[in-house]
Every structure is written in C-alpha cells, then in structure tokens.
Nanobody, 114 residues
Framework: QVQLVESGGGLVQPGGSLRLSCAAS????????MGWYRQAPGKQRELVAD???????NYADSVKGRFTISRDNAKSTVYLQMNSLKPEDTAVYYC????????WGQGTQVTVSS
C-alpha cells in the first residue's frame, strides 16, 4: 500500500522560506515521477513542481526562480524548497506520486502572512 507523508508546512512571513518533505513507502520510489501540488481556498488544485525519475524538473511559472524540487531516492523522499514566499503562496500543499491518476499525501498547510 502506497503512503505519502508530508511534513514541513507552517506559518511564515512574506519573504521567508520553508522546506517541505514527503516520504514515500510501499512502492519502488525511484521509478516514478513525483510532484508537489497546491490548493488555495476556493481554487482548483494546481501543479507547483514535478521531478521525473530521471531528475528532470518542471515548475509553474508563478514559482520559477523561488522554489526548488529535489528527490533522494535512497530515502524515498521528495523535497520542495520554497524561498521568497509570498502571501499568494498560501495553500495546502500535496505530495503526489505518478501524476493525477497516482497517489496523494494528506496535505500540509503553508500560510504566508505578516
């Protein structure tokens, strides 16, 4: 049974940084693309960044240059380093394995506010 457990969310001031982690179990982590999505109140869930099994990365335009996705296959973990956070980054962030038809974590709240 695949499980994805996120951690690292919280409250941060504008301009601050947070690092999200997502630990996967129950699957051969290294063969799957991993991603981070977010959903703000009243909005649809959207892709933030993803990373392929070959470490190719892709970012939403709104986070390019501020967020970095990475993965550690030895730890079956994917990370999202978020810098220069803005209030509009406030959302629940979800870890994903293998795209929209794959598996999801429970979500972690990120709030950017002064």
């Amino acid at each position: 049974q695949v499980q994805l457990v996120e951690s690292g969310g919280g409250l941060v001031q504008p301009g601050g940084s947070l690092r999200l982690s997502c630990a996967a179990s129950g699957t051969i982590f290294r063969i799957y693309a991993m991603g981070w999505y977010r959903q703000a109140p009243g909005k649809q869930r959207e892709l933030v960044a993803d990373i392929s099994s070959g470490f190719r990365t892709n970012y939403a335009d709104s986070v390019k240059g501020r967020f970095t996705i990475s993965r550690d296959n030895a730890k079956s973990t994917v990370y999202l380093q978020m810098n220069s956070l803005k209030p509009e980054d406030t959302a629940v962030y979800y870890c994903n394995l293998n795209g929209w038809v794959g598996y999801w974590g429970q979500g972690t709240q990120v709030t950017v506010s002064s």
